[in-house]
């Protein structure tokens, strides 16, 4: 059986290569820049014969939860190389990793997901759904003229790290499953050649400035016949519908494309003629409740309920057992209870409907639920909900 245990660091730069290659990339970075940003105490190398041919990494992170911040085991680099496949390494690893997660008391991790079949199985739940867009310039009118007092001007791509992480925070406020964008990111987006390349491809940045402050932005690059919107970040409705009048109206374009747009989006309800934008959904991040307890006196309930949960965690022995949840807006106390259930739900239910990706009863019409009481169902959607539904812009 190979070996499972930290990266050395004189291995960092062997493990990264190994990690590109088993994703079918050739390692392109200079790593003397990563290798402050990772701690080696929280690598995984999984040695065979000598030889790398695993590995995993957590990053410790801050997630936006209803009502707050928790703190995350941000799961990245996860990998097998292609001549150790199917041998029982990927749950080895992640048995391993989740332990040393449960060891270090941080109650929640999360990941995103190369393969939505892989993590299933570990007891993550989708937290967050994204949709991509696509709309002919045609079909962009509006069903009202917005009076948008503002102005639409470029920003220097050295400047981003300077002007936008303000705007970014300002447009994920009080909404779940937000990792905020690290300072070495926007320094490192900020220095990228794409901004500087010839020919179509290249990326832009423009602001909605109103008051003299940056309300909106967006990143954007073309790719004729359309207009890729990388990410759209707005902090009040005449921001947000200022930029897309600006991606939609660029000449020499037919259509736009956006990626990664919260499912509650308010530009369909924009359009008047919404039928022309064709929306496709997939899953965002994946998160992994490590401990129920912790993670469920992290967040706010929108409703003040008491609620018995019988837990389904095959891969966690410490969740496998029912929870009391008694919680409000001012916050919430969860406790071991050796009372009768109200509802019986899977870990990776729970993941789901943590965030807010999905309610209770949805849970449980795909057999991820089981109410053993009438009314509980609603009574936990009620309890559970959010204001906004969760996404995830931003990878970490």
Request: charge should be negative; hydrophobic fraction near 35%; glycine fraction near 8%.
């Given at each position: 059986?190979?070996?499972?245990?930290?990266v050395?660091?004189?291995?960092?730069?062997?493990?990264?290569?190994?990690?590109?290659?088993?994703?079918?990339?050739?390692?392109?970075?200079?790593?003397?820049?990563?290798?402050?940003?990772?701690?080696?105490?929280?690598?995984?190398?999984?040695?065979?014969?000598?030889?790398?041919?695993?590995?995993a990494?957590?990053?410790?992170?801050?997630?936006?939860?209803?009502?707050?911040?928790?703190?995350?085991?941000?799961?990245?680099?996860?990998?097998?190389?292609?001549?150790?496949?199917?041998r029982?390494?990927?749950?080895?690893?992640?048995?391993?990793?989740?332990?040393?997660?449960?060891?270090?008391?941080?109650?929640?991790?999360?990941?995103?997901a190369?393969?939505?079949?892989?993590?299933?199985?570990?007891?993550?739940?989708?937290?967050?759904?994204?949709?991509?867009?696509t709309?002919?310039?045609?079909?962009?009118?509006?069903?009202?003229?917005?009076?948008?007092?503002?102005?639409?001007?470029?920003?220097?791509?050295?400047?981003?790290?300077?002007?936008?992480?303000?705007?970014?925070?300002?447009?994920?406020?009080?909404?779940?499953?937000?990792?905020?964008r690290?300072?070495?990111?926007?320094?490192?987006?900020?220095?990228?050649?794409?901004?500087?390349?010839?020919?179509?491809?290249?990326?832009?940045?423009?602001?909605?400035?109103?008051?003299?402050?940056?309300?909106?932005?967006?990143n954007?690059?073309?790719?004729?016949?359309?207009?890729?919107?990388?990410?759209?970040?707005?902090?009040?409705?005449?921001?947000?519908?200022?930029?897309?009048?600006?991606c939609?109206?660029?000449?020499?374009?037919?259509?736009?494309?956006?990626?990664?747009?919260?499912?509650?989006?308010?530009?369909?309800?924009?359009?008047?003629?919404?039928?022309?934008?064709?929306?496709?959904?997939?899953?965002?991040?994946?998160?992994?409740?490590?401990?129920v307890?912790?993670?469920?006196?992290?967040?706010?309930?929108?409703?003040?309920?008491?609620?018995?949960?019988?837990?389904?965690?095959?891969?966690?022995?410490?969740?496998?057992r029912?929870?009391?949840?008694?919680?409000?807006?001012?916050?919430?106390?969860?406790?071991?209870?050796?009372?009768?259930?109200?509802?019986?739900?899977?870990?990776?239910?729970?993941?789901?409907?943590?965030?807010?990706?999905?309610?209770?009863?949805?849970?449980?019409?795909?057999?991820?639920?089981?109410?053993?009481?009438?009314?509980?169902?609603?009574?936990?959607?009620?309890?559970?909900?959010?204001?906004?539904?969760?996404?995830?812009?931003?990878?970490?």
């Amino acid at each position: 059986m190979p070996e499972l245990r930290n990266v050395t660091p004189d291995e960092f730069e062997r493990w990264m290569r190994v990690e590109s290659r088993a994703h079918g990339n050739r390692f392109n970075h200079d790593p003397e820049e990563l290798r402050p940003h990772f701690d080696l105490t929280r690598t995984i190398a999984v040695v065979d014969e000598g030889q790398i041919v695993g590995g995993a990494h957590s990053h410790l992170l801050e997630m936006s939860v209803p009502g707050g911040v928790a703190t995350v085991a941000g799961v990245s680099n996860v990998e097998v190389q292609p001549t150790h496949t199917r041998r029982g390494i990927m749950t080895n690893m992640m048995r391993h990793q989740i332990d040393g997660i449960h060891e270090r008391d941080e109650p929640l991790a999360a990941l995103f997901a190369t393969e939505s079949a892989i993590y299933g199985r570990f007891g993550y739940g989708v937290g967050s759904v994204h949709e991509s867009w696509t709309i002919d310039k045609r079909h962009t009118t509006y069903n009202r003229r917005p009076d948008s007092p503002g102005t639409i001007a470029f920003v220097d791509p050295a400047d981003i790290g300077k002007e936008l992480p303000d705007v970014f925070r300002r447009g994920t406020e009080g909404r779940p499953a937000v990792f905020q964008r690290a300072p070495h990111h926007w320094e490192r987006d900020s220095r990228d050649p794409i901004h500087s390349q010839g020919g179509q491809g290249g990326i832009f940045y423009a602001a909605y400035i109103e008051n003299g402050r940056i309300d909106g932005y967006v990143n954007y690059r073309t790719q004729r016949p359309a207009v890729i919107v990388n990410e759209l970040m707005a902090t009040t409705p005449d921001a947000s519908a200022a930029l897309w009048r600006f991606c939609f109206d660029l000449d020499l374009h037919e259509r736009t494309d956006a990626i990664k747009r919260p499912v509650d989006d308010p530009l369909p309800w924009l359009l008047a003629d919404p039928r022309r934008l064709q929306r496709s959904a997939r899953d965002g991040l994946w998160v992994r409740i490590v401990d129920v307890a912790a993670a469920l006196q992290l967040r706010q309930y929108l409703s003040n309920d008491r609620l018995t949960l019988q837990i389904k965690d095959d891969f966690c022995s410490w969740n496998n057992r029912c929870f009391e949840l008694d919680g409000s807006l001012e916050g919430a106390i969860c406790r071991p209870s050796a009372g009768s259930p109200d509802l019986t739900i899977t870990v990776g239910g729970l993941a789901s409907a943590y965030l807010g990706a999905a309610s209770f009863t949805t849970l449980a019409q795909a057999g991820l639920v089981d109410e053993h009481s009438p009314g509980v169902l609603a009574r936990a959607d009620r309890m559970f909900a959010v204001q906004l539904k969760p996404w995830t812009p931003y990878n970490f």
